[in-house]
């Protein structure tokens, strides 16, 4: 009671009028506060204070210079006594320090205060226009500026901390955005602060041009639109959420591979590279030739993706038969690509052939495929730096391979010419027009 | 001779005249010494290192004619390596070694500066001749390098074409088919009647074109674009 002489006639020195009722009621209002003091409840001034201590207890608490809100309440008690009844209403909302309650000061967040100072500004200036007659009507402005603000701070993302776990939450969701937008407390309640405001200018708008009255009506029409574009739009939307997933995953099936890619270069490529060019037994040697090429393959291979084979992987998949088979190293190069055909397949084949008999009766460790595609032809070159033969003295086996080979390029129209000298290798050169294709 | 050394003392005059001088840059150690053993015979090993720094800084110590370059490093990669040394020193020979053998590591380091590509698969007496040639100022194209050559040189290109760098000449073209068959350079001059010094200054050509049209970045353009 001792107290509440204090503000009274402090308010008395100012010069405001004080409001007996509001001020007998206070007792028991405070009285009340103290049993269940609300959390966000901010203790007053005892320390500052002018009139009640409501604008020290509000400087302390966010960090502002209490004369700053006096000045506020002043200027705003201007506009028909508004500031007068501004302070009551805070005072209402604020409590008596108790004995030993420590002040938690609160500054505004660094973000909080250029927004709040930018929605001043815009305010002040949209009351400027409106008084220039520069306007568009009440009932259009105010709710727009309402909804304007609702977007800003469902839209505005404060800190960066937030935006941090906005986005780990987007990568723990990596489907919906939407999750992530509702991922996190502060982002709730931005949310539901925004969509309030949002909905409340909406509403302003639509009741100060009359249109609350077909209320009614027009949930059910927007009902019904809304429900029709779901049924239009959705499976759309499914569909564009679901594509939104799976390039997501792709991507990052992408990186882990090209990490797995680095990692299996500098290790395993590195020991097979080794093992080859160590002094060890043939069958390893071989062995560690197949592997690098399989694991090259598969690191920098052509995408052979959708099941479709393609020239170049058809080419290495030989190479590799041939090599695990007939202890001979074969190296492929293969120049341009071309789907896999019938056409095509006999290349493979014949090459196979040229390559296993190489192989077989040159007596050479190496034997060399080169196939190039060319817009009208494939070209393919199998040579050997073998013992060769003289074409005019072959033994009856091998003019049975070669008559093979020239025979299945034949049947596809085709060619096949096998250049040989003795001591001088051997090279089966094969061409397959693609004309007509 | 210790590992890791980035840079060794100017020559000893004691070292017979005339063997050429070889840096080797490789982060894998084991792989390092065996060729340290295999080359030390017939090539003087000035020094070694095993990142990008180290091998620039080594370099300008060590005043190697051939710098044995691995295509991947820590720190940048062998392009890195080239780029910073040609900086200071153009004079300096690059041949690239690699177990890699995607084309776009490959090219980029040829188009850095290097003056051909081996795989690490290659025998000891290939490599110590590629070594040879590369000193000599030749171009060492394997098959596998002279298909990726081939592949990048293909098709046609949107947009205006240098014919003197964007295009290869028949016989380039050529050259580089027998090179990709599998056929040495005196075997590829015996077959189309060249001499092999004709043979090496159309590879020079090739090598030259590749480091300065800017067709391969075309082409890879238009093949990302699925346009060729």
New interface residues.
Partial sequence: MARRAGPLSEEGTIGKTSTPDAASDAPTTVARRRARMPAWSIPRSTEDRVVAGVAGGLGERFGIDPMLVRTAFVVLSMAAGAGIAIYLLAWGLTHEPQPGEVVVRRPLANQARPAIALGLIVFGLLLVLREARIWLGDSLVWPVALAGAGFAVLWSRSDSSERARWAAAGRRFPGNPLEAVFAGRISFARVAVGGLLVATGMGAFLGGNDALAALPTVLLAMAVTVTGLGLILGPWMVRLTRQLTDERRQRIRSEERAEVAAHLHDSVLHTLALIQRADAPPEVTTLARRQERELRNWLYGRPDGNGDERLGNAIEAMADRVEEHHQVAVDAVVVGDSPMDERAWAIVHACQEAAVNAAKHSGAAQVSVYVEVEPDAITAFVRDQGKGFDPADVPDDRRGIAESIRGRMRRHGGTATITSEPGDGTEVTLRMPLEGT | MSAGGAGQAPPDPGQPAGRTRVFLVDD?H??LS?LRAELGEEFEIVGEAGDVDGAVEGIRHGHPDVVLLDV?LPGGGGRTVIEAVHRDDPEVRFLALS?????EDVIAVIRAGARGYV??????ADLADALRRVHDGDAVFS??L??FV??AF?GRIAGPVDPELDQLTAREQEVL?HI????TYKEVGRRLHLSVKTVETHVSSVLRKLQLSSRYELTRWATDRRLV
């Avoid at chain 2, 795989?119 to 000891?124: A, E, G, M, N, R």
């Avoid at chain 2, 990709?180 to 056929?183: D, I, P």
């Fill in positions: 894998h084991f792989f065996g991947h177990v890699s053998d995607a084309a795989t690490k698969s290659i025998s000891p098959p596998r002279a298909g081939l592949d293909r088919r990709a068959r599998g056929f």
